[in-house]
């Protein structure tokens, strides 16, 4: 691994380390259970994890940039758009394969979906830091594309650390006992809070990982591309 890279990541963790609680908050509003009294709740975390992901995002730029903390708004004002413009779009493949996984439901589906999933957030490495970084949306994607091929072999921690997310992760909480609710009628209620538990986890830990391979991302951009001097 190279060294530079290795320090970043270490540097991302102690990041994360230091503000524990917006990572919880991340996973606390990602848990999604549309069943039963979940419901309302699951349509609540929806709308809040919608407002407070870029906001999340912008702040560990902030921190990561060493630069005076702005207030949420401010930080929504700047990025709440450009961040899903670009989300949006790199979502498409993913409605298609999920559209196409529901009306035939096979295995093949499923690893379909894993691979376009994979894919995409790969792809996604360098965009998402850089609509922060250059307050831009759709710009970002070529120059986001660039930067991937242009350090393809410094990337490839990262590019590992993204297939745990989209695989690894999926796949160890998949087959856990009891957390699918569409094999009940009507689930006990002990059952629910088991399955938010355990979602809990898993949205935990994705994110974890993620947000560590968001602020690595970043700071090799401000390295490597001088993106700080020129948003000054």
Known sequence: ??????R?????????????????????????????????????????????????????????????????????????????????LFSIPLMIVSIMSQQHS????????????????ILLIYVTPLIFLLR???STIPIGFKCLSNNLKRSIPLILLTL?????????FEYIPYTDTDEYINPPLSIVFFIAIVD???????WYIELMIFITAVKILIKDLSLYETNQ
Request: hydrophobic share 55%; no cysteine.
């Open 1 to 6: 691994m190279n060294k530079e890279v290795k």
């Open 8 to 88: 970043y990541i270490k540097e991302s963790i102690e990041i994360l380390n230091a503000y524990p609680f917006l990572v919880i908050i991340l996973a606390f509003t990602g848990i999604f259970i549309f069943h039963g009294i979940f419901t309302r709740f699951s349509l609540f975390n929806l709308a809040i994890h919608i407002i407070i992901v870029p906001i999340i995002l912008g702040r560990f730029v902030e921190i990561s940039r060493g630069i005076q903390l702005t207030t949420p708004f401010n930080i929504a004002k700047k990025h709440w758009f450009n961040f899903y413009i670009v989300t949006l």
């Open 106 to 121: 096979s295995m093949l589906d499923r690893i379909l979906f894993i691979y376009v999933d994979s894919i995409v957030a």
């Open 136 to 138: 831009k949306n759709i």
């Open 164 to 172: 745990v997310t989209t695989i690894i992760v999926p796949l160890l």
């Open 200 to 206: 809990f986890i898993k949205t935990l830990i994705s």
